[in-house]
């Protein structure tokens, strides 16, 4: 959901709804009235407030908690909360991101991490990370509209190539920079360090011909579009990852027709008859497809959960937050997984798309 598709509190009332809730959940309720007095001074003063640092990483936590289309909020505590919220210059952004590549790639082991800049202002003036995700792979259109590499990322490739940025030699997986743009500034950009992107080449346990398709993923998905917000308090760039869900990569990110559409490819590769849905070429491919994707991550000791576990993980999370008296939200379409749905316990469960505070936002 957009940010602006929901009713709002008067940042008064959001402020105090969100610390009422935060200080009892910590358990430091005693402490509310005296914070509150200054809350509401600050906001008196300048038109905002400064969240404290136990704030802020609450706030995060419970974000993810209640983020409706997250099927992986199992581990919403384990989140970590790199404060870049003094970063005022590029080289100090860049430098952040930097930070939360590195941090969150762990050779492989992947940390969940939100790196979170400076608020909007009273005006709604903030930094934005014009990156969808952090890591994304260029999308190159000729003028028969076929696409050479990511189709979802031609329009932002335009914009890099507008600024400046260019590689001579095309391929489908090259690295996009990131760009950011301060308020009232023209965008900057910067190329992304290659030594900090973990990146898996893809293979197959049954096919030996795999390997030479050429195909390859990225470690860590940090998306980059969103909002959060805590206590009526904007972050327009607060980039956030978990790990990847196989099907993310196998079925939507390479398999999707609007993405990579390597179904017919695949299926060619197999000796599968492609002019004969019957034998359902599609769901084959598909199915190994992800299982080249498990295997490889595997393999690389990259963290990745497949979609029977991750349904799993969910359950259990919903079993968890019931014990507490918290309800869940979910957006099903979301959170039931892209391939085998019928196969997960998610599919047959039903939930309340409500959006709750805090949360991430699309702009």
């Known amino acids: 959901m957009n940010i602006t598709e929901i009713s709002r509190l008067p940042l008064p009332e959001a402020a105090e709804e969100f610390i009422r809730s935060a200080y009892a959940e910590l358990g430091i309720s ?22 404290t640092r136990t704030e802020l990483e ?23 909360i790199l404060d870049a919220r003094e970063a005022d210059t590029d080289e100090e952004i860049f430098k952040a991101l930097c930070r939360h590549l590195e941090f969150a790639t762990n050779g492989g082991e992947i940390r969940s991490t939100i790196t979170i800049f400076r608020a909007a202002g009273p005006d709604g003036a903030a930094p934005r990370i014009l990156n969808d995700q952090l890591i994304r792979y260029a999308g190159y259109a000729d003028e028969s509209g076929s696409v050479n590499g990511d189709p979802s990322q031609v329009n932002f490739t335009r914009l890099c190539v507008q600024l400046g940025w260019s590689k001579p030699e095309k391929s489908r997986f090259d690295l996009l920079p990131w760009v950011w743009q301060w308020p009232g500034r023209e965008p900057a950009w910067v190329e992304i360090p290659a030594e900090l992107v973990m990146e898996v080449p893809l293979e197959h346990p049954f096919y030996d011909w795999w390997a030479d398709l050429g195909l390859k993923w990225h470690a860590v998905p940090v ?7 805590i206590g009526g308090i904007l972050y327009t760039a607060a980039p956030f990852n978990g790990w990847y869900m196989g099907t993310e990569v196998g079925s939507r990110n390479l398999g999707d027709v609007s993405r990579y559409n390597l179904l017919p490819l695949v299926a060619q590769k197999m000796g599968l008859d492609t002019d004969n849905p019957a034998i359902l070429w599609k769901d084959r ?7 080249s994707v498990l295997h490889s991550y595997a393999k690389a000791g990259v963290s990745m959960t497949d979609h029977h576990e991750a349904s799993e993980q969910f359950v259990h999370f919903e079993q968890t937050e019931c014990k507490k008296g918290r309800t869940i939200h979910a957006e099903w379409a979301w959170i039931v997984p892209p391939m085998s749905a019928s196969a997960t316990e998610v599919f ?7 959006v709750v505070c805090p949360n991430f936002f699309y702009r």
Do not use: P
């Open 348 to 354: 047959h469960r039903e939930y309340e798309n409500k």
């Open 58 to 80: 609450h706030g995060a936590r419970v974000a993810w908690r209640n983020s409706n289309r997250c099927i992986g909020r199992l581990y919403w505590k384990t989140l970590k």
């Open 223 to 229: 998306i980059s579009s969103m909002t959060l917000e």
């Open 285 to 291: 491919a598909l199915v190994e497809l992800n299982t």
């Open 30 to 51: 005693d402490q509310f009235e005296s914070r509150m007095v200054e809350v509401i001074r600050q906001i008196s003063e300048t038109g905002t407030y400064v969240h």
